[in-house]
């Protein structure tokens, strides 16, 4: 599985980074913001993204389709990963378009949960 994080704080993407050490199976490439992502994009083709809410140059809520759509994959798995409390962004997250929110710092068991259920399901085929 292919996961492209993208968050401005280093500490939080080392974090993100060993957690998914944890997974197996799990390559990681990251970016510190929009226009990265949207760049990086062009060369690494992520099964699934995480994304900050708070970027220097933009937005999760506004990053997230201008990914999906530079990806030509408009149902691609992501995930909100923010630090602002769960309540409030998880309405916003949803109809954004976010498979889910994850609060920061993350939480490794929530993490390696969804990781393996993505990737088992991208080994059935789907």
């Known amino acids: 599985m292919r996961v492209l994080y993208i968050d401005d704080d280093r500490i939080n993407t080392l974090l993100f980074v060993e957690t998914c050490r944890f997974a197996g199976g799990v390559e990681v490439d990251t970016a510190g913001s929009g226009a990265e992502a949207l760049d990086l994009i062009q060369r690494f083709k992520p ?3 995480v994304i900050d809410l708070h970027l220097p140059d933009t937005i999760g809520y506004d990053l997230l389709p201008q990914l999906r759509a530079g ?5 691609l798995p992501a ?16 109809e954004a378009g976010f ?3 994850w609060t920061k710092p993350v939480d490794l068991q929530t993490v390696l949960h969804e990781l393996n259920q993505r990737s088992g ?6």
């Open 47 to 49: 099964d699934l993204l």
């Open 79 to 94: 995930f909100l990963c923010t630090a602002d409390e769960a309540a409030l962004v998880e309405l916003p997250a949803r």
């Open 121 to 126: 399901s991208l080994g059935a085929g789907s």
């Open 71 to 75: 990806l030509g994959r408009p149902t």
């Open 99 to 101: 498979d889910g929110c």
